[in-house]
Nanobody, 121 residues
């Protein structure tokens, strides 16, 4: 089993910054992709940013230029630096990781419990 623990959410004024962290632990051989998703009330969960093992990144258009995803492979941890936050960024942010638990195993998706980000206007 694999556990993802998020931290760093909170309340911030528009224009401010927050940094989210996601630490993976448990039965981990390799993590192919780590990503951040968010879900606002009444809306579907959407991809915010993702980073693959080699370092390539992908961002939602709405956050390009404002958010930066990174990872520390030695710590099995991903980060999301969020700058110039807007009220529409308010949502529960979830960490996702595609994890292979042993050599040759099929990677499995795991999710964190979510962390609330609230941006006031």
């Amino acid at each position: 089993q694999v556990q993802l623990v998020e931290s760093g959410g909170g309340l911030v004024q528009a224009g401010g910054s927050l940094r989210l962290s996601c630490a993976a632990s448990g039965s981990i051989f390799s993590i192919h992709v780590m990503g951040w998703y968010r879900q606002a009330p009444g809306k579907q969960r959407e991809l915010v940013a993702a980073i693959i093992n080699g370092g390539s990144t992908n961002y939602a258009d709405s956050v390009k230029g404002r958010f930066t995803i990174s990872r520390d492979n030695a710590k099995n941890t991903a980060y999301l630096q969020m700058n110039s936050l807007k009220p529409e960024d308010t949502a529960v942010y979830y960490c996702n990781a595609e994890v292979a638990s042993w050599y040759g195993s099929i990677p499995t998706d795991y999710w964190g419990q979510g962390t609330q980000v609230t941006v006031s206007s």
